[in-house]
């Protein structure tokens, strides 16, 4: 089978805003009708990026295909990798779904997202540090007051504080869609506590296993070099022991929906996975409890929100933070990475704003355009976004407030008449976004590739004063093609992201060699007190079976 088998098709004459959709030999896959496609183009020719990897497919075959992937399932299960959908009945048992056909970016796309998102990233930095600071963004009318001092998300304990190396975002995410047109677009920003960065690179742990000649012949980037740079970042924020300083990765627990990445990232990169109850704060110092001791924390990385970080200062009724480490944080004796507070940086509303405060903060145009988004809490926006309401997709101001996103057009009159009328009663909490045609990539369902919509989330480490863009990333895929909701609680799955370089990849892992046995030891000196009894527990109910 020759790679012109993917380029046959039958055309249907349609209108001038749908696109032509090709029928394959190959799995037989047809491209989503009105969507642009990642692998074919209008026309229904191939992009070439993607030529040497559907030439590599042919090459190896369906049968092989399918074994290799049964292989990689197995190897996710025995991994342990799971992602939890609450309501599933399989709990904390679910696998992570992973699809074998990874999404590819051209070395050109990769660039313009590189640059968009690098720049995006110092306009949020600049935000936060105003926001919490000066505040000149809300004294000049760039901003409406109304999207922060009633904004849960804005936390008056934090503000003030003057941050290590003053840098507030350690790691940064953004989801990322592309229309139609075949522009990349801003869906959202992730800059409190980013997920999906060890879910990433499990992805790519196991597809370089399963495809290795089409991963070394598409000239894939590597991901270590990224991770290398957020251990370095983390490392220079510490305000004590910066040759060696204590880092350990602060997670919700077990019963959180990404634990598994928690666990993964903190083994891959070396930290101590740590819960509330394993630290204290003593004399304004972060302390991790040890058998018979407690050690000084100098960096947390967390993974819980902000308002859950700490009982005494935030939430009250939080079980799962650290009494007194806003405390800590204001005394300067312990760095946490994202900085509290940077929640607010995610305000659904603050889409609307962003290309005047890019102007006014760092003087330059934005690149890397969001969504285009509408708060309701002007009157101008407001009578755009009723006016239009078949077209948008009505979300909350504020993350804060409980709303499921509206889509327009699958609403009834009545029901439409009803969501403006709530609007116009409280319409500073609603914000309006112009439905987005995502785009559509393969994914094999059986023995078939099916399209699917997709949101490419990619991540961005901080480094000196700007960010180093992580070379891929968690491209989500939705459950079905009729529906463009990407969500994993929803039933989609995910892709490995292939980010192709115009010339040699240089070799780097943080991974150790392999056949080298692990080294053993007895002092159990970064081990949590808690983990120890648990270990202690373990090792008697072990005993107890064994004698039964």
């Known amino acids: 089978m020759t ?23 190959w799995l037989g896959y047809v491209p989503a009708p009105g969507a642009r496609d990642e692998v074919f183009d209008p026309n229904a020719e191939v992009h070439p990026h993607w030529q040497g990897f559907l030439d590599s497919l042919d090459q190896l075959g369906l049968p092989e295909l399918t074994r290799r992937w049964e292989e990689a399932q197995h190897l996710i299960r025995e991994n342990g990798v799971t992602y939890n959908v609450y309501g599933d009945p399989r709990g904390m048992e679910r696998p992570w779904q992973l699809d074998p056909v990874p999404l590819l970016i051209s070395p050109e796309d990769a660039k313009s997202l590189e ?51 003053n840098r507030r975002l350690h790691l940064y995410a ?41 991963f070394r012949d598409c000239r894939v980037q590597r991901l270590a070099f990224f991770f290398r740079t957020l251990q370095d970042t983390l490392r220079t924020i510490a305000p004590h022991n910066r040759d060696n300083p204590r880092i350990v990765l602060l997670t919700p627990g077990p019963y959180n929906e990404t634990y598994f990445e ?40 967390r993974r819980l929100d902000d308002d859950f970080c700490d009982p005494l200062e935030l939430r009250p009724d939080s079980f799962l933070g650290v009494p007194g480490l806003v405390q800590a944080v204001h005394a300067g004796n312990v760095a946490v990475a994202n900085a509290l507070g940077t929640g607010l940086l995610e305000t659904p509303a603050l889409l609307a704003f962003l290309p005047g405060l890019c102007q006014f903060l760092l003087g330059e145009e934005l690149r890397l355009a969001s969504v285009p988004t509408w708060w309701c809490g002007e009157p101008r926006a407001r009578d755009h976004v009723l006016s239009h309401l078949c077209d948008m997709v009505i979300k909350p101001a504020l993350a804060s407030i409980r ?74 895929v939705s459950a079905s093609a009729d529906t463009m909701v990407v969500s994993m609680q929803r039933g989609g799955g995910s892709k490995d992201t292939w980010m192709l370089s115009e010339g040699p990849v240089p070799q780097l892992t943080l991974l150790g060699p392999g056949g080298v046995p692990l080294e053993r030891t007895r002092g159990g000196s970064g081990l949590a007190s808690r983990v120890a009894a648990n270990l202690h527990w373990l090792r008697r109910y072990v005993g107890r079976a064994e004698g039964l």
């Open 3 to 25: 790679t012109a088998n993917w380029n046959q098709s039958a055309m249907q004459s349609q209108s001038q805003s749908s696109r032509r959709a090709p029928t394959t030999n």
């Open 115 to 165: 640059a968009g998102l690098i720049q995006r990233g110092r306009l949020l930095e600049a935000l936060g540090q105003d926001l919490y600071g000066p505040q000149r963004c809300l004294s000049e009318g760039y901003l409406p007051p109304e999207i922060v001092f009633p904004n849960p998300a804005f936390l008056r304990s934090c503000h003030g504080i003057r941050w290590p190396e």
């Open 174 to 214: 953004a989801n990322i869609g592309r229309s139609a047109d075949g522009g990349f677009c801003v869906l959202g920003d992730r800059t409190q506590a980013p997920s999906g960065a060890g879910y990433a690179l499990e992805n790519r742990l196991v597809l370089s296993r399963v495809l290795p000649d089409a």
């Open 262 to 301: 928690h666990a993964y990232l903190a083994r891959y990169l070396g930290y101590t996975l740590v819960e509330g109850g394993d630290l204290t704060v003593r004399d304004n110092r972060v302390f991790l409890k040890v058998l018979g001791a407690l050690q000084p924390v100098d960096v947390v990385l």
């Open 403 to 476: 709303l499921e996103p509206i889509f327009g057009d699958e609403l009834t009159r009545e029901q439409r008449d009803e969501l403006a009328a709530r609007i116009r009663i409280s319409p500073q909490d609603f914000v309006g976004e112009q439905r987005l045609r995502l785009s559509t990539a393969p994914v094999l369902v059986g023995d078939q590739l099916q399209p699917r919509h997709l949101v490419l989330r990619t991540y961005l480490a901080a480094h000196e004063d700007s960010f180093v863009m992580m070379p891929g990333g968690l491209t989500r």
